[in-house]
């Protein structure tokens, strides 16, 4: 169950981020202040409201150190919008490639999907009465209306309005007694349908057709998409195809859940919503800030891509500014930015002086030391050697990881990222799948057992490796 944002201190947010991230207290710290700002500033008056900007975020750490663990885990505490986009794939205004506005109008998509997914979960149990509805119309076909024949009708003449309708319909005896009849059996299997007994039959079902949509032009800033979806455009002109199947109740069931939710939705609510949460709350994390972060001058070639300009296009979304998405304009001026980098070659002071006072907070992240790899295994709700143990029990295996044995992985992880390169905890990753490959394929055909990984174990298995530099490199 998500933890409301109002009830969360900035010592709170921090103790739940502890419970996933190891270490990196001054970051925690800093995300967390900013979280509870926003919370803050929403009890203020609107013009007060108005003039207060977040305070944008600088990471400073190498690869695995948890800087977008930290910022996934922020969102998810906040439930707020959150998009992650490297720097790098951008260029600036003129030259193929994706433009920074493309990163707004993906963040108004994702939130536009968690409100509706919100809704839904809402309208779930109206939309479960209308499907027991449906579900009865086709298992007890309701009687129709008869037209009865009229004589002496001139050839020259209208029908009469009232052939064929309910009203005069229900005069007739046979027709009342249809009606009384599907009225009994639709009770009994409404009985049945209820206790869960008709899951196995079969019943025909028209559903629609789905086919990907999304029209995407060529325009200078790149391959992007339109600001408007075609297909919704063209739907409204040419009726939805449908196809008719048959299949089990349980699964017919599935789908007109899902039908009768969407008609219950209503879009411009959705919508309205949506722009407002991504514009008040949104968290947008730009990853590989330190890749755009040299200055070109002296360039005498020509034009080129160059990453000052791709800093220059991202500093008016980071200031503020309105965006058209096809949801709506969209403004970035109370966003979170949070930026990360390894600056192993460049420097925040090589960022342009704008975008560099856009980012106020600056905090380093630590490299992690053998002691930090340790707790990384074991420690955090989805520690990976508990990941391992659940996978491996789906197979009748348990495995027992001593205290030595853990020891050696951490240490054996420590030493391969100081021979190579160092790529922080995500080291651990592929030195526990290395250390457990054999297991994890002789797994469904060896005996179901318990499997004890102590520090000989690990060893045996890794040593050799580890040992050899070149080998490492590779495998390691």
């Not at 960022?351 to 420690?379: H, M, N, S, Y």
Request: with cysteine; net charge negative; hydrophobic share 40%.
């Amino acid at each position: 169950m998500q933890t409301k944002l109002e009830s969360l201190t900035p010592r709170q947010i921090v103790a739940e981020l502890d419970k996933y991230i190891v270490g990196q207290n001054a970051a925690k710290k800093a995300v967390a202040v900013a979280l509870r700002n926003r919370f803050r500033r929403a009890q203020l008056s609107d013009e007060m409201r108005a003039d207060i900007i977040p305070k944008n975020i600088l990471m400073i750490g190498p690869t695995g150190v948890g800087k977008t663990e930290i910022a996934r885990r922020l969102a998810t505490l906040a439930g707020a919008p959150l998009l992650k986009v490297e720097a790098t794939k951008f260029t600036e205004v003129g030259y193929v490639g994706r433009d920074v506005d493309a990163m707004v109008r993906d963040i108004t998509d994702i939130a536009v999907a968690m409100v509706e997914k919100e809704k839904i979960a809402e309208v779930q149990e109206r939309a479960a009465e209308r499907v027991q509805t449906r579900l009865l119309d086709l298992l007890v076909e309701r009687p129709q209306p008869r037209a009865r024949p009229v004589a002496n009708i001139p050839h020259m003449g209208a029908w009469p309005d009232n052939i064929g309708d309910e009203e005069t319909a229900a005069e007739d005896p046979a027709y009342k007694l249809q009606v009384e009849q599907a009225d009994r059996l639709r009770s009994r299997m409404k009985d049945k349908l209820e206790r869960g007994e008709l899951e196995n039959a079969e019943v025909e079902l028209d559903i629609e057709e789905t086919k990907s949509g999304g029209a995407r032009i060529f325009t200078p800033a790149g391959m992007e998409e339109m600001g408007f979806d075609m297909q919704s455009m063209f739907s409204n002109m040419f009726p939805k195809e449908r196809k008719r199947r048959k299949m089990k109740i349980a699964e017919a069931r599935k789908v007109l859940q899902a039908e009768e939710a969407q008609k219950l939705l209503d879009r411009d609510v959705v919508i309205s919503e949506a722009l407002v949460r991504v514009q008040e709350t949104g968290i947008l994390f730009i990853d590989e800030l330190d890749k755009v972060a040299g200055r070109e001058a002296g360039n005498t070639s020509g034009p080129q891509v160059s990453r000052e300009g791709v800093q220059r296009d991202l500093l008016p979304i980071v200031e503020g500014s309105t965006v058209m998405t096809k949801h709506g304009p969209v403004q970035t001026n109370h966003m979170l930015f949070i930026a990360a980098g390894a600056f192993h070659v460049s420097k925040p002071s090589d960022l342009i002086p704008e975008l560099q006072g856009r980012f106020p907070i600056r905090v380093e992240l630590e490299p992690l030391t053998e002691a930090d790899f340790r707790r990384i295994l074991i420690e955090p709700h989805n520690a990976l050697l508990k990941q391992y143990q659940a996978l491996l029990g789906a197979d009748g295996v348990e495995i027992e990881f001593t205290d030595d044995g853990i020891d050696e992985i951490a240490r054996l992880a420590c030493l391969v990222n100081e021979q190579t390169e160092n790529i922080g905890a995500r080291r651990l990753h592929t030195v526990v799948e290395r250390l457990l490959e054999e297991i994890s394929f002789d797994a469904p055909d060896s005996a179901q057992g318990t499997l004890r990984v102590d520090a000989a174990f690990v060893l045996e298995r890794l040593g050799p490796l580890v040992k050899d530099e070149d080998l490492s490199r590779y495998i390691l």
